[in-house]
């Protein structure tokens, strides 16, 4: 355990390039400069569990998790879509839940509050809980 410690906090200190978020983010930010404005995505979440203000939901995104896929007879996994605008543009738009896996929980499970591996403050999500929302858009 202590050999494997300066190993760990070795990790720790590279760790954030490989989190799954920032590297959905990366990819999300290079599709949307190579697409040429003809669609764009993003890794957004529930507003109460947003850590990076980057990834706040707009008012489509925030109205689908809180009133669709938090309802409780809404099936799992199911992609919700719809024609409506994004940044004032007519499109045609494409949300899918993504759940807490186990995996997730160290870093967004409980005890809330609690500091996670990164730093950051865990959220206090349940497994199989929603945790966030992938957002994919195509204008008209
Ligand atoms: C090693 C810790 C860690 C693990 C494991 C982890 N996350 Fe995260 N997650 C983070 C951090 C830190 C952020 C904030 C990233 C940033 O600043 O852009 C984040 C951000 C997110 C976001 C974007 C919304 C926001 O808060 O900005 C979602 C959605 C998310 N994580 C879901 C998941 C899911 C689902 C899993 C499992 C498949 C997972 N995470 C695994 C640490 C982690």
Known sequence: MN?????????????????????????GDGFNKNIGGKAYIKLTAPKSYVRNRANRP???EADVIENK???AGYEKNKVFTADAKHKGKAAFRLILPEYYKKACLN?????KGEKDITGGKKEGGKLGELGGAISFVIYN
Do not use: R, V
């Open 107 to 111: 870093c967004h499970g409980e005890p």
């Open 58 to 60: 707009d008012k489509w």
């Open 3 to 27: 050999n494997a410690q300066a190993l760990i906090n070795e990790k720790g200190k590279g760790l954030k390039g490989f989190l799954p978020a920032i590297f959905a983010k990366q990819m």
């Open 69 to 71: 896929f938090k309802s």
